[in-house]
């Protein structure tokens, strides 16, 4: 049986130890939330989303025993609503304090960066007023701070920055998930969902168990559906903005902003440049480009990466050859090459083992048999198709397919 | 010797003593010297151009040995195969510590390491300390295509022989004989284009006349040969290489794909076959053979510097197809 049950929910931090990364961001908010007499009544935890801000206010609640009044972006933000909720809240604290248990309560406003809507408005003047009457503390959660708009706020509460969770982090918890619901995941498909996340745990998460719920095993090709997220400038924004930029200046400060992974983006950009240019010799001129930038990127390695700018450089002038001549066209993506090589993954394997066998019977490595020896085998199995090449060497059936496909390729 | 277990002919005839080798006698002289008394054997660093008889040669050599006993006496290892220097280091200890008296008056076991120059120089320089602390109850004999790629070292500390081509005579002469106890018709003109076309590879040359023989009954002529010759060269390579050059570069980059995927070639080996089966392509003139061949050179070095083969791949094909518009507008 399906529980049915998001595992984000399932899974959600019970303490604040269990809130995996921004161990500092976790530490000023605690002592905040314990310390006696705060300099500053409210808090606002800022960060990308799916990186712990939320969890851990729950958390925290739960390990200190506060009561959360909450309220988020699906509610209206008028100042009228948020008094209907805040207002009793904020008032009559005493009203919990008959259970000993419960030490108080919080005021926990989730998304306040959607207050500027049309429909909110005043929403920022009414959360500012709360703050300054409230008796008890206010905790707001945003995911993208515009701090100018911020700024009245600013002044009246302490900012606490969260950051995305590193992709280590990201695959320990996946991994623990994987345990506890019994699937054996192999470590590339939980380091592709990671990466793939960038540092959105709760989007990690929800991958996760789109992919592998109700499964026994979770393979690599399992993951090469997943949609890359967009964060910020995503790879189709940066493909289509690089592409169809007029100068080498305007595809550069693009490229810039964006924050695709440079190699998913060497990659990208290979493959679609057939599409973009028609004209041979700008295809030629362009792909020069790009192995020279592929060149640098092998220069940067792991350390050089003062060398990168030349290799964002030369990619910004390989999409902008000629800009006159841009149609706009449907982008490939995820990249060829590596769709490619998981769907030939066991094929190869199959190729690896023949030339295993071989190289055991002849005296030779693998590489030498696949390069000297294969290529006759396999017209010698073409003429004659029951020779005793296949008991000799052991082949299987299915070797022995393979080697016959090899001759029609 | 019972020889019908082997199918390969490259196996069935692979001589089992040093007397059958024919071609090497200035090698095989100075072997049997050594061989008269095995204490007085060094070790050995058998370097050449592949196909010219250096496995044989030290499969031969286990043999005079040990005798029948040969493969309980012996290790051969492939250091290509053998990923990092701990593997070979385990297999070479675990071998020396259970088989440490050798056999009869050979006081030592035999290792065989092919393909050393695959090894890297920090995994050479750890091989240095295994001969020397392995010396008294093992042999070693290492085989590579290129002595230069061996480090100072290991150099000094063996006995070094070189391996050139084959003669061409010898070779027709090789396989006339294994055509004879084959009961194959062999024309001398066949034999003689195998030979060609192996470019002193006895062992490309003798899988050549196998696969001929597979063709049809009766004689193998020279047509055969082409046909066995062209068919074993991976065709993918030349037709990519065509329909870059017709500005088909989306097909032909769709082709190299496969090459890397299917056939899991590397981007190194494309390119080698590339510049070989570019100079099949009758079309092309010498000129523009040589300024496309110009143009591989240029793309197989950045392939020794950039991050991904099959970029550089995709940039030298699209090379081809600007170079295959350029001429066809001029003409």
Redesign the interface.
């Known amino acids: 049986m399906r529980a049915n049950l998001l595992w984000v929910e399932k899974y959600r931090p019970q303490k604040i130890s269990d809130v995996i990364g921004n161990a500092q961001a976790k530490n000023t908010f605690v002592n905040w939330l314990k310390s006696k007499r705060r300099r500053k009544k409210a808090v606002l935890l800022y960060g990308p989303a799916g990186v712990g801000k939320t969890a851990l206010v729950n958390a925290a609640s739960n390990q200190f025993n506060f009561t959360i009044v909450e309220m988020n972006a699906s509610d209206t933000r008028t100042e009228k609503a948020i008094n209907k909720v805040s207002k009793p809240a904020t008032s009559y604290i005493a009203l919990n304090k008959f259970s000993t248990e419960t030490k108080g309560n919080i005021l926990f406003l989730d998304e306040v960066d959607g207050v500027f809507g049309q429909q909110d408005r005043g929403g920022i003047g009414a959360i500012i007023k709360i703050i300054n009457k409230s008796l008890i503390p206010v905790v707001m959660a945003a995911n993208n701070p515009d701090l100018k708009k911020l700024r009245p706020l600013k002044k009246v509460c302490k900012l606490i920055r969260f950051q995305p969770i590193r992709t280590p982090l990201i695959i320990t918890m996946l991994r623990r998930i994987c345990v506890r619901e019994n699937i054996e995941a192999e470590f590339e498909a939980i380091e592709r969902i990671a990466e793939n996340s960038r540092g959105d745990m709760r989007s990690a998460i929800n991958d996760l168990q789109s992919i592998a719920e109700g499964r026994r095993f979770l393979r690599l090709q399992d993951t090469m559906f997943l949609s890359y997220r967009n964060k910020d400038i995503g790879m189709y924004e940066t493909l289509k903005g690089m592409f169809s930029a007029n100068s080498i200046v305007e595809a550069a400060i693009l490229l810039n902003r964006s924050n695709v992974k440079y ?1 998913d983006l ?2 990208s950009i ?1 493959d679609n ?2 599409l973009r240019y028609r004209d ?2 700008d ?6 480009l ?3 930038a ?2 640098f ?3 940067v390695g792991t350390e050089n990466w003062r060398l990168l700018r030349y290799f964002f450089n030369l990619l910004a002038e390989a999409t902008t050859i000629s800009p006159t001549s841009f149609k706009p066209f449907d982008f490939i993506f995820p990249p ?2 590596i769709m ?2 998981f ?2 993954k066991s ?2 394997m199959k ?2 083992s023949i030339c295993a066998k071989i ?1 055991l ?8 048999a ?4 294969i ?2 085998i396999k ?2 199995l073409e ?2 198709k029951l ?3 296949i008991s ?1 060497l052991e082949l299987g059936s299915d070797e022995v397919d393979y080697l016959n496909k ?2 029609k ?1 | 010797m019972k020889l019908d277990d082997e199918v390969m002919w490259v196996e069935k005839y692979r001589p089992r003593t040093l007397n059958e080798i024919v071609g090497l006698n200035h090698i095989v002289k100075s072997l049997q010297v050594f061989l008269e008394n095995p204490r007085s054997m060094p070790h050995l660093l058998l370097a050449g151009i592949p196909g010219t008889g250096k496995t044989t040669i030290a499969l031969c050599i286990a043999r005079e040995l040990f005798g029948k006993k040969w493969k309980t006496f012996t290790l051969e290892l492939n250091a290509s195969d053998e990923r990092g220097i701990n593997t070979v280091r385990k297999r070479i200890k675990d071998f020396s510590r259970y088989r440490r008296t050798g056999f009869g008056n050979v006081p030592f076991s035999l290792i065989i390491l092919d393909e050393s120059d695959q090894m890297t120089g920090p995994a050479q320089t750890a091989l240095r300390r295994i001969m020397e602390t392995s010396s008294r109850t093992s042999r070693f004999i290492l085989i590579c295509n290129y002595s230069r790629k061996i480090i100072e070292p290991l150099q000094s500390r063996c006995a070094i022989f070189r391996f050139s081509k084959l003669d061409k005579n010898a070779m027709v002469e090789h396989l006339k004989k294994i055509a004879q106890k084959e009961n194959l018709m062999l024309l001398e003109e066949a034999a003689e284009k195998i030979v060609e076309y192996s470019e002193g590879d006895l062992r490309y040359a003798i899988n050549a006349l196998q696969t001929a023989a597979t063709y049809r009954r009766g004689d193998i002529d020279e047509q055969t040969v082409l046909q066995v010759v062209g068919e074993a060269s991976p065709k993918q390579v030349q037709l990519m290489l065509i329909k870059a050059h017709n500005g088909d570069f989306i097909e032909a980059r769709k082709m190299m794909y496969n090459l890397i995927g299917q056939y899991g070639f590397s981007g190194s080996e494309i390119v080698r076959q590339m510049q070989r089966e570019l100079l099949k392509v009758s079309y092309l003139s010498d000129n523009e053979k040589a300024e496309l061949t110009n143009i591989i050179g240029e793309y197989d070095f950045r392939l020794t510097q950039g991050a991904n083969s099959d970029i550089q791949l995709s940039a030298l094909l699209a090379q081809f197809s600007k170079f295959g518009r350029s001429k066809g507008e001029s003409n």
């Open positions: 190699d060497l990659l290979s440049l057939p041979l010799v295809l030629a001129n362009a792909y020069d790009v192995s020279r592929d060149v990127r092998g220069r060829i090459r490619k090589l769907w030939t094929k190869r190729l690896e190289a019977k002849c005296h030779v490595s693998r590489s030498t696949k390069k000297d020896i290529p006759f017209i010698i003429k004659q020779n005793p090449i000799w090899m001759n390729l």
